[in-house]
């Protein structure tokens, strides 16, 4: 079997127990004459995922298993993915089946034809509440104006790469890994393939607002040094206004002697500008140290405690 004709899917899983088999009979059935393999990586769960997953290697040898520590993130979950698949293209995506894997076919077509990435875009999203569709396109918009690089919008890690770009991910040695970006990063000739996003098959989602804020963090100062800038650039109205003030209040002294009355209201609002503009930048500039020190300490990405089937 050639590798050049394996579609390889990786799909990150934590505490997703329930899903599994619904997962796997579905992917099965979507790729049925297609040659392939299931990568399925567990993000360190506490539920019976890990054995759920153990009862489908072994009954067939192209579901395989990769098993983290810890959780590690699901970041990390896709990156391991990657470096075990061996497809001449690679799939990756959600094990809560919003993402439906019937549309699979249809992205490799599109790879057949020189694509290099085959993005799923979601073209609805009624299942998604309101905050969560307004957070989704003001961290897409937000991105796209502060990154070098243009992420398309509405999609998530439901992609399919070419081998070649593959390959260029996985010799990328940085540790802060924001794959809607560095897959984007490349200029690759990309197309899309629309879906209509369903229900969470079973159990509640593992993203957080908390989470979802460190993701947009992580994604921002991982592409951009706009912020940098913007840091820089809210440090020169500073000093221009305090400048201002400091002329107005001499004027002010020389020209309106009777009329000048000090009070706390301005020099309220003057601590607190200047307050938050320093508490700004350095909260920025403390973002892209924070890179910078996971860069120095070059720990491993993640630690591999099982593998099944690889």
Known sequence: MSNDQLISIVVPVFN?????APLVKRLQQ?????????????????DRTVSEIKKITKKNSSVKLVSFYRNFGHQMALSAGYQIAQGGCVV???????????????????????????YAKRNTREVDGFMKKW???????????????????????????????VDMVNHLSEQSLFWRGLAA?????????YFKREKRNAGKTHYTLGKMINFALEGITAFSIKPLRLATFLGFISATVGFLGVIYAILGKIFLPSYWVTGWAALFVG?????????????????YIAHIYKEVQNRPRYLIKEKVNV
């Open 271 to 287: 601590i607190m500008f200047i307050g938050g503009v320093q508490l700004i930048t350095i909260g920025i500039i403390g973002e």
């Open 16 to 20: 997703e127990e329930s899903n599994i």
């Open 30 to 46: 979507s790729l049925k004459g297609i040659s392939h393999e299931i990568i399925l990586v567990d993000d360190g769960s506490t």
């Open 135 to 165: 957070t989704a396109s003001v961290f897409y918009k937000f991105m796209n104006f502060l990154s070098d690089t243009p992420i398309p919008d509405d999609v998530g890690d439901y992609r399919l790469m070419d081998r070649t770009v």
């Open 92 to 118: 990756s995506l959600d094990a809560d089946l919003q993402d439906p894997p019937e549309i699979i076919p249809q992205m490799v077509e599109k790879w057949k034809k020189g694509a290099k990435i085959v």
């Open 185 to 193: 990063w490349g200029g690759y000739p990309s197309d899309f393939v």
